[in-house]
């Protein structure tokens, strides 16, 4: 579906320099562009590539100084974001075609909206209720009572236990598993063995939440884990038990957070963190990879960066690095 | 299933202050309690949140000092325990009904006792046997000659290689693969590739094991990886080839386990730990939580906190932090 | 399929002393060998106890003073190298009959090899093609226009997502899921949401890799991620999206790598190591477990082990810890 540069900078709302008339056909980097192709610039000293490149239009910043004579410029603030919506003009969909697969077994109480798409192989449970649009792919179980919003995608091969909860415009990749037991024991004091505490609360997740390939995100014990709206989750992440994330939380492959964290709205952290139980991360924090929350620890501080572990601020954490290689070297 | 509370009392072997005849129909937290739950506190300043509650019985220490005018109280040594017990009687069991679903593949030369409940889309191998009361959720895959016991549960989407054992009332989360291929190369010093070193062991795992979503745990390269009786893991954990595990161990989210390690009885694991090859946990240590233990050393030390990479006593880790942290202040 | 002690040295071109007719069935540890097993050695003092073992014969290194009196003797230049190709002619092999099984659900379009193995349930998308000799397990999902080698060993339940390329000889273990979206989003920073940068590239894994069990590779945003010629990945790794990893690198498992992150040949990283974005790690470094590697920092040293959060040379590394340690000593 090729569009003139004028239909894109109109849609992401750029300001068109040049030929308006051009046709793209595609997105690309600008290494690999190619006729028809749509790149993009964040700064000047990648321009004189993009204009060399076989690119057949560039999203600029603001501020560039247009030269109308070459390829056409969309002119945007942002120009990473007007080229990640100008990738929903311009990219294929992939190609699902609304209907269940013979191959998939729904229970007859499951209600799903007229025009979901379901895969092969998929198993459905009892009073399932899945909305418009949504596509559940190949081989992926949904347990019983589960609901599942408007325009999701769920990938093959996801899990979902019973009694879930997901929004609208949802994305969880493959092999994901939702809802599974919290890890919860009693350790008898007298034969010393661990029984199995109550994991009967629920998972709920807000809308327009992706969460990444193989991370698990554990339901509540008695209460509920809670995704909020918009937050980002990466791959073989792990959440555990009545976990409470807010909204807009970014969270990079492989962290773990324990049970009872509270992460608050517009967190960001980085790979391989660890949040131990009954953390709390308020508003705005950002933990460097690889850092460690102790257990019942506050972290404040909006747009501070934490490190180490246990995490402190960064500036901190590498005087202290500092500190300790000229020890060492005096010795 | 409605109980009373002199029901409950005597199945948990509390003892009773109040009116036992009081219905009790489902257990929850204090902060989500409804009329008919069974709620439980470990000190005294939740009990006035507990009363105040809408819920209709407290299980309570033994130390308390009961006021027959409110709620029934359940006075018990380990509360927690005893509330954990009582969900086993006010709690709905999942409803599986024996059978095995016609979308499952069964080999004929399988041994499936009577009362099993084998899910859609289960494909079980040749001469594997699956014990009384066991349920195997869809989508899982036994490979063939696997062994698995009675009052199992395997969750959906579970991978068994072949001739993995399996104990009686082992719970296996979503996701998980037992029996995988070890990781052990040898290199070629000629030619500079690894080549595949045989991965024909076995894996067994004993009674009343708990093994989270998407964990790994690898088979023996030509001898054994077992988990002991008891031994609880959480959602992605790694065990690697021919490591031993003792009984009742706690092993929390993300830990990895390398090859041939020893981890003996009663020994706790926080989050993130990363044990290397051939390390010994002697019984009862506790690692917190991202330590990290080398190659071949060997930890010692009933109810001692290990912390930090190389782990050491948490005491000393703590005191170097400190020193650390003034060193940094005073340059 | 018994072999010949002599049949055995020749396969792997080493010097037999002894009774080359010893018929030999198998192959095992020392210590659980038993009539018929073939096991090695690789140093002196564990011969003794392989000659007083059950074993049939023994691998042993070159210059091994060999006495013709009691078991074969096959000495070898590497005993563990000799050890694993014998395994190649004494192990069973899976037996894994060429055919399509009938519950599988192949596209028309694709394009299957006469001597493919496809296993109960497999999903086979649009114009996938899937080379000689190839085994898929039960439950794996591959999706559209995926390329899949010759001999490649596809394990049950692995998730390939559409256009994935993959060589010959390659092994994936169950759980697996290739080619998923990357994390990419951007922040729109008049509303503070992220919005999903285009994930649209490709992923291509050469020749003779091996993938471990619940591992994560994602594909490229705009171009391509790469897994280079016979390097070897264990469980729960995660590999985002455009890294390039060149010949013959090992990653223990739980390790992470971020997008854009440039491995080189014959790099070794052990368990739970975390790479970030834009980092290069160039040919022959060894990254200590649990070592991180912060943004774009580059890792020079063929043969150099490197340790820590920032990884330094072991030998810093260890420096300052026991001047850490002094210094805490002395307060």
């Known amino acids: 579906m090729p569009r003139t540069a004028k239909e894109i900078a109109d849609f992401v709302q750029a300001r068109l320099v040049g030929d308006g008339a051009v046709q793209l056909t595609g997105i690309s980097s600008i290494s690999s562009a190619s006729h028809g192709d749509l790149v993009f610039v964040e700064d000047e000293k990648n321009l004189t590539k993009a204009i060399a490149s076989s690119a057949s239009a560039i999203i600029v910043p603001e501020s560039t100084r247009a030269d109308p004579s070459s390829k056409p410029l969309l002119l945007h603030a942002q120009p990473r974001l007007a080229f990640a919506r100008a990738a929903q003009l311009l990219c294929a969909l992939p190609d699902r075609k609304p209907g269940i697969h013979p191959s998939s077994i729904v229970h007859p109480s499951a209600q799903l909206a007229a025009d979901v798409t379901i895969g092969q192989r998929v198993v459905?449970?009892?009073?399932?209720?899945?909305?418009?649009?949504?596509?559940?792919?190949?081989?992926?179980?949904?347990?019983?009572?589960?609901?599942?919003?408007?325009?999701?995608?769920?990938?093959?091969?996801?899990?979902?236990?019973?009694?879930?909860?997901?929004?609208?415009?949802?994305?969880?990749?493959?092999?994901?598993?939702?809802?599974?037991?919290?890890?919860?024991?009693?350790?008898?004091?007298?034969?010393?063995?661990?029984?199995?505490?109550?994991?009967?609360?629920r998972?709920?997740?807000e809308d327009d939440v992706e969460i990444g390939a193989n991370s698990t995100i554990d339901r509540g014990a008695l209460d509920v884990t809670r995704i909020g709206r918009g937050t980002k989750i990466d791959n073989l992440v792990h959440v555990g038990h009545n976990v409470q994330i807010g909204e807009d939380v970014v969270i990079a492959a492989q962290t773990g957070l324990s049970g009872s964290a509270v992460i608050e709205n517009n967190v960001v952290m980085g790979g391989q963190v660890g949040i131990?139980?009954?953390?709390?991360?308020?508003?705005?924090?950002?933990?460097?990879?690889?850092?460690?929350?102790?257990?019942?620890?506050?972290?404040?501080?909006?747009?501070?960066?934490?490190?180490?572990?246990?995490?402190?601020?960064?500036?901190?954490?590498?005087?202290e690095l500092g500190a300790l290689a000229r020890l060492a070297k005096k010795e």
Chains 1, 2, 3 share one sequence.
Do not use: M
């Not at 009694?163 to 990749?173: A, D, E, K, M, T």
């Not at 991360?281 to 257990?295: D, K």
């Open 124 to 201: 459905i449970g009892e009073s399932v209720k899945v909305g418009d649009r949504t596509w559940i792919g190949a081989g992926s179980v949904i347990g019983g009572n589960a609901v599942i919003g408007q325009s999701c995608e769920i990938y093959p091969n996801v899990t979902i236990y019973p009694n879930v909860r997901i929004g609208n415009r949802v994305i969880v990749h493959s092999g994901a598993v939702l809802g599974s037991d919290g890890f919860g024991y009693v350790r008898d004091e007298k034969t010393g063995r661990n029984e199995k505490f109550p994991q009967i609360g």
């Open 276 to 319: 131990a139980d009954h953390v709390k991360i308020e508003a705005g924090a950002i933990l460097g990879a690889q850092s460690g929350i102790p257990s019942k620890k506050i972290i404040r501080g909006k747009g501070v960066v934490f490190w180490g572990t246990p995490a402190r601020p960064i500036r901190e954490y590498l005087k």
């Open 203 to 205: 998972l709920e997740i």
